[in-house]
């Protein structure tokens, strides 16, 4: 216990004390809002929107499943937190239109804990018009 406290301290990525779990909900949420009006993100777009297109092509009912693996965050206390965390998407790699997109990334974002006490991804206000810009970054996963 005293080393995760010293890592955390350290400035290093840690698990939260409150579970990765706390922190899903926003992810979901960002990705979904990403999905439908695009706002900074559109390497996730891809990796969102394939789930359905792999699913289509394979004949199956439902989008391929889609998972959070892997969320580490710096200062475990507080009201706003820096994490990092993979997105993986069963089933592979997905042609989607002229891009393949990969089955898993690499992501990080800046989350807010909200009035309602529940973690949300950051946004920034848009730039002159337009939507938010969310503060999730996503690039493929190596290896």
Not at 49 to 78: F, N, V
Not at 120 to 131: A, D, F, L, N, T
Request: one cysteine or more; a positive charge.
């Amino acid at each position: 216990m005293i080393a995760l406290l010293a890592l955390a301290l350290s400035g290093a990525f840690v698990p939260p004390p409150e579970g990765g779990e706390a922190f899903y909900g926003g992810i979901w949420n960002d990705l979904g809002s990403n999905a439908l009006i695009g706002h900074g993100n559109v390497v996730a777009v891809d990796w969102y929107w394939a789930a359905d297109r792999a699913a289509e092509e394979a004949g199956e009912q439902g989008p391929r499943m889609m998972h959070i693996a892997d969320l580490a965050c710096r200062k475990p206390g507080g009201k706003q937190r820096q994490c990092r965390f993979t997105l993986v998407r069963d089933g592979g790699p997905v042609r989607l239109g002229a891009t393949m997109v990969a089955d898993r990334l690499a992501c990080s974002a800046r989350f807010e804990r909200g009035v309602d006490d529940n973690w949300y991804v950051v946004r920034k206000p848009p730039q002159g018009y337009g939507h938010t810009i969310t503060t999730m970054r996503c690039r493929v996963a190596k290896g």
